[in-house]
């Protein structure tokens, strides 16, 4: 104990001044700011398209797209343009324009930072240029986003979706041990949080704070968050952000192709491998390409510093399959993956009574500390995810583009007790969520003003349908889902501003089915909701590198089948939930501001969020504890309350020599239940995050290489509600939660990581160590917290190769 107080004292103090600075930027600042930049990705592409003739002048709407993240922009009024929050690295960057000639060429982030490319006209090329800029999906709303990519990602290869994002400032993960964890951003998680793989917006079980998202982290070539309310281009659900996984660009050039990766880590003996093979045809198939792609991953018990986490491995099997055809003005995709997992979940949680729960929150350690061992036993959840996705578009320079795209979803989630009561090996509870989505997308062409300014915009339909059927003990109900959207985006772009303003209307529907058991007969219960929300944002170049954002927009959710009508014993939970039928729709006012400049040797991003919301649906830690045949369970329920959820992001970088980089990224959070006049639960504690890195020059045979040591500082989590106790008929109850928040922590990490050339193939390498002290501590958002440590050192291996 006297190790956790002088732990959490080190980790106040290293973050009091840090608060205190940012604090006084909250009071002078306006309301609401994002922060953008990660420590790996500060780098930026700027610079001005020229023509030659008849006289040297800025163009236009010209195109700069850089090939290996796939994403672009367009050139203003001046011809000026900028792209942020690149990660160092070599680039192959297209500079095109109709009629002229285009110009490709390798650029190196940070050194070539700023570029002047003079383009030349090209009448012969004029008929049949076809130029299409292949934006990222994000890039199609004016809300700045943090990203994943090159080196960035792939020093997360092997982590789960959640843990890879904590990367970014204002990203965080609740945990249910080591191989469950569920994005964050801004202190909102589950449902409010919405994921599009590939394009789709991922309809799994998600609700529970134990359930993450079946995505295959090695399928992306880029994690993009967007922070803060995006319904208008999105839909419901998006309060606190969009995730986006999207892979690589399908190959152009014929021939085949692939990758693979190899990780293996210290802690849980964890293995993955992970490679795909893609091609292009050519010929008489011009335009055909292909990609298969698969991932096996295993670990065994997690290790703690001192003991091991019983029943804590997972395991996981993965592939998907890409088959695109792409035309001048046309093409179509298909795209079919499938996510299988398997995890054990921690015994040490696996109570049978109320007085077991609080002995095992009183006992510093787990009672049983087994060995190391693969084999994962009850309990455990077994999820696989299917999704299948067609695409077809059609584009032409006067029309525009219209993009169709429909899927199908099913999730499958079967989740196993400690021991089963009738000793058969079915599962105690078996949900199977069917979906099936489509948008209809149209994108009008481009449109320049006599003054000089440039519109572009984009009106859509979302329509979304899913059932869920259950089997085994009741948790939640059959039910039938339905929702359907249509939005409007257009933004104008005159000299240094950017203007854009969004309008939607959403209509949801929701039939839940039960059975009378007096009678044997079914009933149901519906429910409707409709909502228009709005958005408006503007961005000003005060200078070439200091660019000013801001966003104010509305969002909404509807409550889910599980807010409304959870009745039963949550069994990876080990809770008993109750819903409320009577719950409104949540609804959101969200404002940012975000300033970024990106100098030679100084860059940061300082942003203020503010995010009220109506009506915020959360799930009460202190109800009456329920009595079952297994013994007294801590039981939940949902409740419905006004939340105010701001905070600070900043991210500050600064080159101290050319080849020395010190990177700072802070945030904080602050949430507070108005209507209770009290602070809410798993609300992310402040944190800080230093690093400092050294690359060095290439030489021979060896290049990219890097050496990087950070300190991270998380403090203790003090706005939480009230912690009390009474005695009720002779059983000890606890309200506000079960136990005080643990100590705030600092944990140690390094990496280093190169690329060596054999012959003519190189191969990426990265070593990373975590917590390298071996640090025995807590973390507030990881449900084992009651019962067990965080795990302890681990030191993971990962390679690259390119076939």
Request: hydrophobic share 35%; charged share 20%; net charge positive.
């Amino acid at each position: 104990m006297m190790n956790q107080y002088l732990i959490s004292n080190r980790a106040n103090a290293y973050l009091r001044p840090l608060i205190s600075l940012l604090s006084l930027a909250w009071f002078l600042l306006p309301l609401g700011v994002q922060a953008q930049l990660t420590p790996a990705c500060t780098g930026s592409l700027s610079g001005q398209i020229l023509t030659s003739a008849p006289a040297s002048a800025g163009l236009p709407g010209a195109t700069i797209y850089i090939r290996e993240l796939q994403r672009g922009t367009l050139t203003d009024t001046e011809g000026r343009f900028r792209l942020d929050n690149l990660c160092p690295g070599q680039y192959t960057v297209e500079y095109r324009f109709l009629g002229f000639t285009s110009v490709t060429e390798s650029v190196r982030v940070p050194v070539d930072s700023v570029r002047q490319i003079t383009l030349s006209n090209d009448a012969r090329n004029l008929p049949g240029v076809d130029v299409t800029e292949h934006r990222s999906e994000a890039k199609q709303i004016l809300q700045t986003q943090s990203e994943l990519a090159g080196i960035a990602l792939d020093q997360s290869r092997g982590l789960t979706l959640g843990e890879s994002l904590k990367a970014i400032a204002g990203l965080y993960s609740i945990q249910s041990g080591p191989a469950i964890s569920k994005p964050v951003i801004h202190g909102l998680y589950s449902n409010r949080i919405l994921v599009l793989n590939n394009g789709i917006r991922q309809e799994d079980q998600q609700w529970g704070s134990e359930h993450a998202p079946q995505v295959d982290q090695f399928v992306a070539s880029r994690l993009t968050v967007i922070k803060g309310a995006a319904s208008i281009r999105y839909g419901s659900d998006a309060i606190g952000g969009v995730i986006l996984v999207e892979p690589k660009a399908m190959p152009s050039a014929p021939g085949i192709h692939g990758e693979a990766n190899l990780v293996g880590a210290t802690n849980g003996r964890m293995g993955a491998v992970s490679g795909f093979l893609e091609g292009a045809f050519d010929r008489k198939l011009t335009g055909l390409s292909w990609r298969a792609q698969g991932t096996l991953k295993r670990a065994g018990n997690a290790r703690a510093p001192g003991y091991f986490l019983e029943n804590t491995g997972f395991q996981e099997r993965n592939f998907s399959a890409d088959l695109h055809y792409d035309r001048k003005h046309w093409g179509a995709e298909v795209y079919y993956s499938q996510f299988n997992n398997q995890i054990g979940m921690f015994r040490g949680a696996q109570v049978g009574s109320l007085s077991d729960l609080y002995a095992a929150i009183a006992r510093p350690e787990p009672l049983v500390q087994p060995g190391f061992t693969y084999t994962i036993d009850r309990p455990f959840q077994d999820v696989q995810h299917q999704l299948l996705k067609g695409r077809a578009y059609y584009r032409s320079e006067s029309f525009g583009e219209l993009t169709l795209t429909v899927a199908s979803q099913q999730n499958t989630r079967e989740e196993y007790d400690r021991l089963s009561f009738s000793r058969v090996t079915t599962p105690e509870l078996y949900l199977k969520l069917n979906t099936q989505t489509a948008d209809l997308i149209w994108e009008h062409p481009v449109k320049r003003t006599p003054s000089g300014g440039v519109w572009s915009g984009s009106v859509g339909v979302n329509a979304l349908t899913q059932g869920n059927v259950r089997r085994y003990l009741f948790l939640i109900p059959n039910f039938r889902a339905n929702g359907l959207g249509g939005f409007i985006i257009e933004r104008y772009a005159y000299n240094r501003w950017i203007f854009e303003g969004g309008l939607r209307y959403d209509v949801r529907t929701l039939r839940a089915f039960f059975l009378n058991e007096t009678d044997d007969q079914v009933f149901s219960r519906s429910h409707r909701w409709d909502n228009a929300n709005g958005s408006f944002g503007v961005s000003y170049e005060l200078r070439p590198n200091l660019t000013l954002t801001t966003n104010l927009s509305t969002a909404w959710r509807a409550p889910n089948a599980s807010d409304l009508y959870a009745n039963g014993l949550h069994q990876s939970s080990v809770a008993y939930e109750r819903g409320n039928p009577n719950l409104k729709a949540e609804q959101a006012y969200n404002g940012n501001l975000a300033l970024a400049y990106t100098g030679e040797r100084l860059s940061f991003d300082i942003g203020i969020f503010n995010n009220l919301i109506n009506n915020y649906i959360y799930l009460k830690p202190d109800s009456v504890p329920t009595i079952r045949q297994r013994g007294a369970f801590p039981a939940y329920s949902y409740d419905q309350v006004r939340a105010l959820f701001r905070g600070i992001d900043a991210t500050i970088s600064y080159k101290l020599s050319q080849p020395l980089t010190f990177t700072s990224k802070t945030s904080l959070l602050w949430a507070y239940n108005q209507t209770a006049r009290d602070y809410l639960v798993l609300v992310p504690p402040q944190r800080s995050e230093n690093s400092i890195r050294y690359e060095f020059t290439d030489q021979g045979r060896v290049s990219g290489l890097y050496v990087q040591a950070s300190l991270l500082a998380v403090a203790r989590q003090h706005r939480v509600p009230t912690v009390s106790s009474e005695m009720r008929e002779g059983t000890l109850i606890f309200r506000g939660d079960f136990a005080p928040p643990p100590p705030g922590y600092v944990l140690l990490g390094a990496e280093a990581g190169l690329t060596l050339r054999l012959g003519n193939q190189p191969v990426q390498v990265i070593l990373t160590g975590a917590n390298l002290a071996n640090t025995v501590y807590r973390d507030y958002l990881n449900r084992f917290r009651y019962f067990a440590d965080e795990p302890g050192r681990n030191l993971s291996l990962k390679l690259k190769v390119a076939i």
